[in-house]
């Protein structure tokens, strides 16, 4: 990993095309802005590593998936509810 | 062009469908439709090019399947069905890496996992948006940190 320090306004560019800057200091929390082109997706790292490990499962799992939907019945379906 | 395939929330305006979404696929047609994830699926392979066919013969369940390795395939729904209330917003810069102009132009759909036997979880923090117009799709992480990854839904009885 590339480590740099940097100061309350300074700024690191990765790439050509992006820009990150340390727009406030308060404590241990640091607000971070990044500046990129639109098509740049940018995430807080642990709920895109939840994502990733979601979507994985979901291919993994597919054929057992499969198997759970078609037992469920028809009719059963629309009367699902959330569980939480 | 079949009935409409789900909704999107655009600017806080719901345009509600609790009609089960229709295959992409066109009988009519010598191919299937293709959907085009320019950035992939996070986690999957970097592919773009996927499919969409259904897996259960009322439409409820669908299957998104890679077209470059076939055997990378997930299952999917609509929200909507388990989730009549479900209103993402779509961030604006979604709405614009994917060209939708109003809430009509998207299908959505999300993941399905097998918890156990017979409970499933779906995605609803980071549903798959289709523009239905230009077939550009993308998985949508959306800000929403109440929204689950993993929704509970149990069969009845």
Redesign the interface.
Known sequence: MLVLTRRLGESIRIGHDVVVTVVDVRGDQVRIGIDAP??V?V?RQE??E??????????E??D???????????N????????? | MNAPLGSALVEGHRVANADPPAPIDNPDASSVRELRFDDGIPGLTGAARYVLQDLTDDGTFQTLICVEDPSVSLVVTSPWLFFPDYAPQVPEVDREVLDLETPEDAIVFCTVVAEDTDELALNLRAPFIVNQRTLSARQVLLEDEDLPLRATVTAEG
């Open positions: 639109r098509e997706v995430n709920v895109y939840e994502l990733v490990a979601q979507n994985t499962a979901a291919a799992g597919s057992q998936a499969r198997r759970v939907v078609a037992r469920f019945p028809a059963a379906r629309r009367r699902l509810k959330d569980d939480r």
